[in-house]
Each structure stands twice: as C-alpha cells, then as structure tokens.
C-alpha cells in the first residue's frame, strides 16, 4: 500500500515541531489516501496549529482554468485564515505572509516535467524560507515513474518560472527528491525536512498505486495527461493549439490550417510506440482558434510505458 507524507504525517512528524503556527501550501490534489483534503487533515491535528493557507498557480481550489491566470488573495471563508497567493503579485512568500507562522509545509503533487510550475513555487518557497523559517514537503509519487528520464539540462540562461535550476524535461523525482535536490545545489542553508512515501517502487506509474487520481491543475485531468505534457506541452511555444479548454487537454492538438489525413499519414510512417494518432475536425469554443474549426489530432495510448512524449512531440514539430 503506497502512503503519501500527508498519510504518514502524524506518526512521523518531528517532536520539535510539535505545536508550531503552520502555513499550508495546498491545492486540489492534496488529499490523503481516504480523499481527506490535506487543509481539512491538518486543520484537525493537534500536532500543529495551521495558521494561513498559500496557493500555487490556479489555485488552492484550483479555481483558474486557463494557462498563466493570476489570482489575489482572500479570506477563507470555512477558516478565517488567510489566503496567501503565489501565483499573483509575487511568485513567493514575502516576509509579510511569513510573519505569523513557525513553520512552512508543501503538500503539492508534481506531474514529472519541469515545466509544470508547483516544483518551481516550492522552490521560491525554499528561497523565502532558508535562514528563517523550517519548511517541511510531504512527498508524493511521481505519476509517470521514477525510472525514465528525457530531455537535455536547463541551461542558465533559459530560466523563468517554468525553469529556475538545471532539471531535464521529464526528471523521474518525486517532489520530495528535487526538494532534496534543490537544498543541496542551491538553497543550503534551508532548514528542510522531507516526509516520504512509503512502498513507492520507481518503476511503478500512478494507476499501479491504489491512490487515486485527484486533478493536480484544472487541464491535467488523468494519467493520460500527465503522460503525454513532457512533449505536448511545448506546443505551448507554438501557434498551435494545445488543446485547453477541451475535454482531453495537451492529448488534443491543432491547427485550422493542418491536412489531417496528410499530418497522420506522415507521423505514422515514424511508429510511434504506445501511441495511435487520431485525427477529426473540432469546432474550437475555448483558448485558443476560438469558434474556429479546427483541424485536431488526439494521441491515444495504448502502453504509456512504451510512450517517449518529449521524443513523440519533436517528431512531430519537425513536420
């Protein structure tokens, strides 16, 4: 049985952080293996007094839908806490936000790339926090394994919030493991505790768990998402469209100008493997090409163990 850290949290929880004011960095996935969100796990222990709430991009409810929406601040209403964003006028803690709390915990569940953003949050955290304050990850599984790796190093002069620090494309950590990582490389003097999962193989993808799939943001829906956004989200780069605001984002892909049968016929002849290739026409009434009909193509799995994503979607780009 595979245990994340909020489901470790109790028993494993140092003795010296026993009745600290906490902040919580949270958002939709953080829930324990009964589906409890993390806020409301928390908010119920006498371990910590939980103090304030941050939010990631989208959201600690994961209330903004499209791509780089900014959110403020707000009161919580079922707590009267504050809502800290991170995802706003700032992209960290300021000293402001940090001032009422003894402590920092991130509760977030990565998705394997180093372009989806939460990994990135928790490494301003980091930033904010080192020589101040603890800060504690509670670790959770790497939905698309701990094995496979793709795509070159960051180089430094290509940083953003997509890409502070050298990590490939699909890094094969948890988040607790680039925390780790991050402490050792660039934020040493952070005072950092990981609380790790239990029973993860590396090898196991996130339906071999028995944990269940929570949307970690409002566009990666499934597995089958998170499977495919080390390539398709490069798209995002591109005047094409990645397929926000349909049913199957970062699956479906598409342009009005693209020959479909034309596209599929040459991107077959490549064999890709645990993939098929499905093109129809779609009228687009979202993000981008809006009430366009658009050209689409969605990548079916069919093994996503045997799917290289990253070199699926240069392929593709080269056509």
Not at 42 to 56: M, R
Not at 204 to 209: G, R
Request: overall charge positive.
């Amino acid at each position: 049985m595979v245990k994340s850290g909020i489901d470790l949290f109790e028993k494993a929880l140092d003795k010296k952080f026993h009745g600290l004011k906490a902040g919580l960095l949270i958002h939709p996935a953080s829930v324990n293996r009964k589906l409890i969100y993390t806020k409301e796990v928390l908010l119920n222990t006498k371990k910590i007094k939980v103090s304030a709430f941050f939010g990631p991009q989208h959201g600690i409810f994961g209330n903004t839908q499209d791509n780089m929406i900014e959110w403020e601040g707000f009161i919580d209403k079922s707590t009267g806490l504050p809502v800290y964003s991170l995802y706003g006028k700032t992209r960290k803690p300021t000293s402001e936000m940090l001032k009422d709390i003894d402590i920092l915990i991130i509760d977030l569940q990565d998705v394997g790339a180093r372009y989806y953003t939460f990994i990135w949050t928790m490494a301003l955290c980091m930033e904010s926090c080192e020589g101040k304050i603890p800060l504690i990850v509670l670790d959770r599984v790497n939905p698309i394994g701990g094995i496979i790796t793709e795509g070159p190093l960051l180089k430094k002069n290509f940083t953003s919030f997509v890409g502070l620090h050298p990590l490939p494309v699909r890094h094969g950590m948890t988040i607790g493991e680039i925390a780790l990582y991050f402490k050792d490389n660039f934020y040493p003097k952070v005072d950092l505790t990981v609380i790790s999962l239990k029973n993860w193989k590396r090898k196991s993808w996130f339906n071999e768990t028995g944990l269940h799939w929570v949307m970690p943001s409002p566009n990666m829906p499934t597995l089958d998402t998170a499977t495919v956004y080390p390539g398709m989200c490069l798209l995002e780069g591109t005047i094409l469209s990645e397929g926000r605001g349909t049913t199957r984002p970062f699956e479906i892909f598409g342009a009005p100008f693209i020959e479909p049968e034309k596209l599929v016929k040459r991107l077959n002849e490549f064999k890709l493997k645990g993939v098929f290739l499905d093109p129809f026409i779609l009228l687009q009434h979202l993000i981008s090409f809006q009430d366009s009909y658009v050209a689409v193509f969605r990548f079916m799995l069919l093994t996503e163990k045997n799917l290289n994503p990253l070199k699926q979607q240069l392929q593709f780009c080269l056509q």
